[in-house]
């Protein structure tokens, strides 16, 4: 068993070593110089502008939330779909139900505004 | 439709959950909701705590109601409950717990309509969640498989943590939330685990399958190994803890239940800590309950009995140097989840009665609580709410019923007779006895004493002491709502403390089917 | 399914067992509301991952991937709540270290 992971253990050593051989090599043997124009962050040429932890709105919050809540309800649904036939009707009716509870929540999101962009 | 009926209890507190979500989107502002606000943000729904409290308590005790039928029908005479098991199981334990839990969501429901509008705090959400996180735990009462006993844990404990958090814009609601939130996801997380080891020795999930397959521990043929059941049920015992707030795993308690408002702290204490009792009695007796596993020497009864006599100690000695009220009704809560440990070591013998005991004593413990928390709530208003015993001096004279319903509900939680509380902990103690648990009674009576002094100290202060003068004092609320649950916690109070034999026979016999 | 797959479920099992301790390490000593919540996520995963690996032993039902399915929707619900209670903590303390909610003491 183990000699089938011998290699891929030898590649991420060998990665790691080279990694860190990497850096410590730059900060032993390189110089390091430290000057004003050296400690501005690099934006592309560019003069830095702004702040540099943007906030962003709380809406991208919300929305992101509400899509992985209903997101991952799938994994219910898709079962349930790969076995459609066998479940016949009791599985159906079942199916229903969820998704019944799913929509109150859809519909409660949309009448409180939570699903409005523009506000 | 056998099936339909059996559930009905489950169904109706699910379904009225969302309605009453509809409801509360669907609503316009109140005039009055938006006229007593200070004119910023009004959602719809907001402002009506009254009517959606209302809704929600005739939905909880018409769920209460509907297990009182399935009783009186018999759910061993329904076919098709055997369709749902082991996910859900209907059998006269799980229905003796869905009607405490009804009872205990239904007062919260009340309060909750009376509290929110008096505080201005609008947000009527706070009754869907209730139902949710009602349903949620009598789902957890009735489920006899680690699968629906995670489900249930998290649908109860995500409600509750929105409870807590209701109050968005004060400091103390968000930490007690943010605190309860940490741990009790760590808590699920390690019964999470223990449900993956038991799963992975035994190969089931449901807890009778389980049972089967631990008794055969030791016997030559058997393929379950002892270690890792034994880490699962360390585990298990850990994440049930934290949600019955026993000593160690009580930190959280304290903070939860004073940041909270306070009918979900009454929530906390009635409903979370009688469903997670529920689940932990069907574990340890059915997943568990093999002999030698049961044994003093060689099982969970020295564990529980330890948690027991830490839970009922720290909680009552801490509960005495408390100078919040509310503060002092958390440790209490902690010192009765230790009392009602004692009768879960007490199963070791005379399994049935002691299980038997424990249904009666949270059954007491719930209408008790929630008639103190609901006191609490009567006799303070917004701006002048009752927090600490000074808030409290002289609050006889200003309204005398208040004091009289706190007093009988301390004295019940005191265990004086002829109040409910008294028989609760006479049960419980007398089953300790049957099981020849001496010194684990000794301790009980030892720290009923310590109880006795602080709860009596609140109506000190309420009946001889005069305000500072100058210092705020809180001001009675008037509320049609929580004196309604008041009065009917008072008469159960009172009644069960009278005529216990009827609801101890229906105890006995919740004990005969599911333990 | 022979003596190879009982080795590896070990192995499996073990690698469950120490992402298990890593979060529950993470969550008991990071201060940061946020690591502690990804370490709770980091907890439940190392669930999945066991009883995945159960589930090849006692593979004649699906309990073990169904209880996966149902864990995977409740982290999701879980992080939705514990989201909301970080972001309005946020809001109110400035800070998510978890040593600022000391508020409520005694």
Same mark, same amino acid.
């Given at each position: 068993m183990f000699d089938l992971y011998l290699p891929m253990f030898l590649m991420f050593a060998i990665a790691a070593g080279v990694a860190a051989g990497m850096f410590s090599l730059g900060q032993f043997v390189g110089k390091n110089p430290q000057s004003a124009e050296k400690l501005t962050p690099f934006e592309c040429g560019n003069d830095t502008e702004g702040a540099g932890n943007v906030r962003l709105s709380v809406k991208f919050y919300l929305t992101a939330i509400l899509f992985v809540v209903f997101d991952i309800e799938v994994v219910f649904i898709y079962p349930w779909a790969a076995l459609f036939k066998g479940l016949g009707w009791v599985g159906f009716a079942s199916m229903l139900m969820f998704v019944v509870a799913l929509l109150v929540a859809l519909v409660y999101c949309w009448k409180k505004g939570a699903l409005e962009w523009e506000k | 439709m056998d099936l339909v009926i059996a559930l009905s209890p489950l169904l109706a507190v699910g379904f009225g959950g969302l309605m009453l979500m509809l409801a509360e989107a669907f609503g316009k502002p109140s005039e009055e909701g938006i006229s007593k606000t200070t004119g910023d943000v009004v959602d719809a729904?907001? +402002?009506r705590g009254a009517e959606l409290g209302l809704g929600a308590s005739v939905v909880l005790i018409a769920g209460a109601v509907m297990a009182v039928g399935v009783w009186i029908v018999g759910p061993? %005479?329904?076919? $098709? !409950?055997? /369709?749902v098991a082991p996910y859900l199981l209907i059998d006269r334990f799980s229905l003796f717990f869905t009607f405490v839990l009804c009872l205990g969501g239904a007062f919260t429901a009340l309060l909750g309509g009376g509290y929110l509008p008096e505080h201005r705090i /609008?947000?009527?959400e706070f009754f869907p969640l209730v139902l949710f996180s009602t349903f949620g735990a009598i789902a957890l009462a009735m489920s006899g498989d680690l699968l629906s006993l995670f489900v249930g844990l998290e649908t109860m404990s995500l409600g509750v943590y929105c409870l807590i958090g209701l109050?968005?814009?004060?400091a103390r609601a968000t930490e007690a939330a943010l605190k309860y939130f940490l741990l009790g996801s760590f808590a699920a997380a390690l019964t999470l685990f223990g449900a993956a080891l038991l799963y992975g020795a035994?190969?089931? &999930?449901d807890l009778v399958g389980i049972g089967e397959a631990v008794a &055969?521990?030791?016997?030559? /043929?058997? %393929? !379950?190994?002892?270690m890792p059941v034994l880490l699962a049920l360390a585990l298990t015992l850990a994440g049930l803890g934290f949600k019955v707030a026993a000593v160690p795993f009580h930190q959280w308690t304290p903070d939860a239940y004073e940041g909270a408002p306070t009918p979900a702290t009454a929530f906390m204490a009635a409903v979370v800590k009688t469903a997670a009792f529920a689940i932990l009695l069907r574990v340890l007796l !059915? +997943?568990? $309950? @093999?002999e030698r596993l049961m044994s003093? $020497? &060689?099982?969970?009864p020295p564990v529980i009995a330890t948690l027991a006599v830490l839970s009922m100690t720290v909680g009552n000695v801490v509960a005495g140097r408390q100078e919040s009220v509310k503060r002092m009704l958390a440790y209490s809560s902690i010192a009765h989840a230790g009392v009602a440990l004692v009768g879960v070591a007490a199963t070791i013998r005379s399994t049935e009665d002691a299980t038997a005991s424990v249904l009666f004593y949270l059954l007491v413990y719930t209408v008790s609580t929630a008639g103190a928390f609901g006191a609490l709530i009567l006799c303070g208003s917004r701006g002048? @709410?009752? !927090?600490s015993y000074e808030d409290l001096a002289g609050i006889a004279k200003r309204h005398p019923a208040a004091a009289l319903a706190f007093s009988l509900f301390l004295l019940s939680l005191a265990g004086? *007779? *002829? %109040?409910a509380g008294f028989f609760g902990k006479l049960y419980v103690f007398q089953s300790a006895i049957d099981s020849e648990l001496y010194v684990l009674v000794i301790i009980g009576l030892v720290n009923s004493l310590i109880g006795a002094y602080y709860y009596v100290r609140v109506m000190v202060y309420m009946y001889m002491r005069e305000p500072v003068p100058g210092a705020p004092v809180a001001k009675p609320m008037s509320s049609g709502m929580v004196t309604s649950a008041i009065v009917l916690a008072a008469l159960l109070v009172l009644g069960l403390g009278i005529l216990p034999g009827v609801s101890l026979d229906m105890a006995i016999a919740a004990a005969a089917r599911g333990g | 399914m022979g003596a190879l797959l009982g080795n590896v479920l070990e192995h499996y099992v073990m690698l469950a067992g120490v992402l298990f301790t890593i979060g529950a390490v993470g969550f008991l000593v990071r201060r940061n509301v946020l690591v502690q919540l990804m370490s709770i996520e980091l907890m439940l995963n190392a669930v999945n991952l066991a009883f995945v690996a159960y589930n090849r032993v006692?593979?004649?039902?699906m309990n073990g991937h169904m209880f996966v399915f149902f864990i995977i929707a409740v982290a999701a619900a879980e992080v939705a709540v514990g989201l909301a209670i970080v972001l309005s903590f946020y809001r109110l303390t400035g800070s998510v270290h978890s040593d600022d909610a000391d508020a409520l003491k005694g």
């Open positions: - | 729904g907001a +402002g061993e %005479t329904l076919e $098709g !409950v055997a /369709d /609008d947000r009527s109050r968005r814009g004060s035994t190969g089931h &999930t &055969t521990i030791g016997q030559p /043929d058997s %393929t !379950v190994a002892a !059915v +997943g568990f $309950g @093999e003093w $020497g &060689t099982g969970w002048a @709410e009752a !927090v004086f *007779p *002829p %109040t | 006692h593979g004649d039902d």
